[in-house]
């Protein structure tokens, strides 16, 4: 099982980074897009990961996020390429589903419009996130709550 995996609805979850085999199981539960935002240099980065998600009939989408230094230029691109898959079933990684959850929890408030407390109790089953976070959650305008 892909480490740190949330299911969100029926055609979201999110999680750590998967093996070979657990790109496989992916495809065997019916995800159509697998959309990477690792850096390449992520310690547990999978070599050749594109091919592998190709090569099981999946799309594979990369957006590299360095959330050492977050732009607004980061969300929303996230948001653009979410807005294009939204009617496949997608699941978005990065090296331990940090930066995955804190975008999804984003999305969530200010395209789905869901309530940002709500939203934020989600997050919080996932992981903790780090000050930085609630910071650009306000930056992108979102109350910041917490």
């Not at 070979?20 to 495809?27: G, S, Y």
């Not at 090569?55 to 990369?62: A, Q, R, T």
């Not at 294009?84 to 999305?107: D, E, W």
């Amino acid at each position: 099982m892909i480490g740190n995996f949330y299911q969100y609805s029926e055609n979201l979850a999110s999680g750590a980074q998967p093996t070979e085999e657990e790109i496989a199981e992916l495809k065997k539960d019916g995800f159509e897009v697998v959309f990477n935002i690792s850096t390449p240099s992520a310690k547990n980065a999978l070599p050749n990961e594109a091919a592998r998600v190709e090569k099981e009939g999946m799309y594979y989408m990369h957006f590299p996020v360095d959330c050492t230094n977050l732009q607004p230029i980061h969300y929303e691109t996230f948001e653009g390429i979410m807005n294009g898959v939204k009617n496949k079933k997608v699941f978005v990684h990065c090296g331990g589903n940090i930066k995955s959850s804190n975008l999804i929890h984003m999305y969530d408030v200010l395209v789905n419009e869901k309530d940002e407390a709500e939203s934020l109790t989600t997050l919080r089953e996932i992981q903790q996130p780090e000050d930085k976070w609630f910071v650009y959650f306000k930056q992108m305008g979102m109350k910041g709550i917490r």
